[in-house]
């Protein structure tokens, strides 16, 4: 069974940074698989915020995001990273990661395509 744990999660004032990790369960070839963030705020629907290839040679952002946030991958750790500066409130919410069960298929935005998720890890946004 392949496990993400999401941390690097908090409060942080409007304007800060955080950067969250996605370590993936080692027996997991993480180098075959493309990796997507997302996020839920309370009371509204799962995003898609940003994904990596299976190389990390290509990237997509949500527009929300956008020069924002950065994603890159460590296949040597397993391990996934989702860089965001200049917080917003409206950032807040529980974000997770989750692999694509297909090997090297280019990045996905739609939830229904990835099949391991982790347990989320709040980022609150607040002064």
């Known amino acids: 069974q392949v496990q993400l744990v999401e941390s690097g999660g908090g409060l942080v004032q409007p304007g800060g940074s955080l950067r969250l990790s996605c370590a993936v369960s080692?027996?997991?070839?993480?180098?075959?698989?493309?990796i997507g963030w997302f996020r839920q705020a309370p009371g509204k629907e799962r995003e898609w915020v940003s994904c990596?290839?299976?190389?990390?040679?290509?990237?997509y952002y949500a527009d929300f995001v956008k020069g924002r946030f950065t994603i890159s991958r460590d296949n040597a750790k397993n391990t996934v990273y989702l860089q965001m500066n200049s917080l917003k409130p409206e950032d807040e919410a529980v974000y997770f990661c989750?692999?694509?069960?297909?090997?090297?298929?280019?990045?996905?935005?739609?939830?229904?395509?990835?099949?391991?998720w982790g347990q989320g890890t709040q980022v609150t946004v607040s002064s």
């Open positions: 989750a692999t694509d069960p297909v090997r090297y298929r280019p990045c996905e935005r739609s939830a229904g395509s990835y099949e391991y």
């Open positions: 080692s027996g997991f070839t993480l180098d075959y698989y493309a």
């Open positions: 990596i290839s299976s190389s990390g040679d290509i990237t």
